[in-house]
C-alpha cells in the first residue's frame, strides 16, 4: 500500500531554519517525483516544487525558486522542504505528493501546518 | 491570479448534474493535461480525475473529465451531498522552462 507520511506541525519564530519531511512507503521511491505544494491559510493550493529522487533532478516554481530548497534521500525514502529563514508569510499548510508522469498527484501526505510568529 | 481561471464557486441540488470550468492558454492546457483534485475543509486533497479524463481506481463514474482546446471540465452527474468540497483543475505551463499550475479553486455547494 502506497503511503507518504509527513513529519509534524511545527511553530517558528522568524528567522528561523526550518526543515519538513515526507517519507514515502509501498512504492520504489527512486522512480517518482515527489512534489511540494502550499496552502496558505483559507486559500487554493500552489505548486512550490518537484524533486526525482533517482537522480535529484530538482524544478521550483518560479514564486517559490531561491526561498526554499527541495531534497530527498533515496535510502531511507523521504523528500524534505527546508528554509534558511522563515518569515510570517511562510505560515500554510504544505503538502508533498507522489508525482506519476510528474504532475500527476496521485498520493498525497497529510499536510505539515507551519506557523510562523514573533 | 492563476494562469488557470475556475469559476470561485459553483452549486446544484442532489441528484442535479454540475460541470466545473477550467480555461488556460496555449502554453498550458493547450499542450498538456489535465487533472483534476478534489479536497475536503482540513483534508489533503484527492486526485479525481488524470490525463483529462481518466478516474483513478475507487473513484466513482459520477465524476469526469474533459478537454477542449485551452480548456477543461469537470463533471458531476447524481450530485450527492458529500461532493460538497473544493475542486482544483491543475496541468503543465510550459513557460520559464515548465511548472505545475493550479487553478484558483472551485468551491461546490450542494444545497
Known amino acids: 500500500e502506497v503511503q507518504v507520511m509527513q513529519s509534524g506541525a511545527e511553530v517558528k519564530k522568524p528567522g528561523e531554519s526550518l526543515k519538513i519531511s515526507c517519507k514515502a512507503s509501498g512504492y520504489n521511491f527512486t522512480n517518482y517525483w515527489i512534489g511540494w505544494v502550499r496552502q496558505m491559510p483559507g486559500k487554493g493550493l500552489e505548486w512550490m516544487g518537484l524533486i526525482y529522487p533517482g537522480d535529484s533532478d530538482t524544478r521550483y516554481s518560479p514564486s517559490f525558486r531561491g526561498q526554499v530548497t527541495i531534497s530527498a534521500d533515496k535510502s531511507i525514502s523521504t523528500a524534505y522542504l527546508q528554509w534558511s529563514s522563515v518569515k510570517a508569510s511562510d505560515t500554510a499548510i504544505y503538502f508533498c505528493a507522489r508525482g506519476a508522469s510528474g504532475y500527476i498527484f496521485d498520493y498525497w501526505g497529510q499536510g505539515t501546518l507551519i506557523t510562523v510568529y514573533s | ?111
Open chain 2, 1 to 111: 491570479q492563476s494562469l488557470l481561471i475556475q469559476p470561485p464557486s459553483a452549486s446544484g441540488t442532489p441528484g442535479q448534474r454540475v460541470t466545473i470550468s477550467c480555461s488556460g492558454s496555449s502554453s498550458n492546457i493547450g499542450r498538456s493535461t489535465v487533472n483534476w483534485y478534489q479536497q475536503f475543509p482540513g483534508t489533503a486533497p484527492k486526485l479525481l480525475i488524470y490525463s483529462n479524463d481518466q478516474r483513478p481506481s475507487g473513484v466513482p463514474d459520477r465524476f469526469s473529465g474533459s478537454k477542449s482546446g485551452t480548456s477543461a471540465s469537470l463533471a458531476i452527474s447524481g450530485l450527492q451531498s458529500e461532493d460538497e468540497a473544493d475542486y482544483y483543475c491543475a496541468s503543465w505551463e510550459d513557460r520559464h522552462n515548465g511548472e505545475v499550475i493550479f487553478g484558483g479553486g472551485t468551491k461546490l455547494a450542494v444545497l
